[in-house]
């Protein structure tokens, strides 16, 4: 079983800058795919963004592309999510994912897995 760890969340002014990351340790983080989603109060969990294994694919929902930016560093079984420009509308639990496939990530899985969640807050 697969765990993973967020962190690097916060409190910062709009136009600001973080950066989460995500530590997964288990067999299967050698050939999944990493994720990102956000759930805000009230709100349904979202797709942030995406990242195959070899980091050559990735996904973003509209809303944070040009300014938010996915990567991993196999080496360190860590994914992280590079946000600049901040809004308040990013402010939300961010969760780390973990699955097969970029499209496993997206989609419905009962074989997808989260982290606990890191709070990030953008104020005005």
């Known amino acids: 079983q697969v765990q993973l760890v967020e962190s690097g969340g916060g409190l910062v002014q709009a136009g600001g800058s973080l950066r989460l990351s995500c530590a997964a340790s288990g067999r299967t983080f050698s050939s999944s795919a990493m994720g990102w989603f956000r759930q805000a109060p009230g709100k349904e969990r979202e797709f942030v963004a995406a990242i195959s294994w070899s980091g050559g694919g990735t996904s973003y929902t509209d809303s944070v592309k040009g300014r938010f930016t996915i990567s991993r560093d196999n080496a360190k079984n860590t994914m992280y999510l590079q946000m600049n420009s901040l809004k308040p509308e990013d402010t939300a639990v961010y969760y780390c994912?973990?699955?097969?496939?970029?499209?496993?990530?997206?989609?419905?899985?009962?074989?997808?897995?989260w982290g606990q969640g890191t709070q990030v807050t953008v104020s005005s």
């Open positions: 994912a973990i699955d097969a496939t970029i499209a496993s990530i997206k989609g419905d899985s009962i074989s997808r897995r």
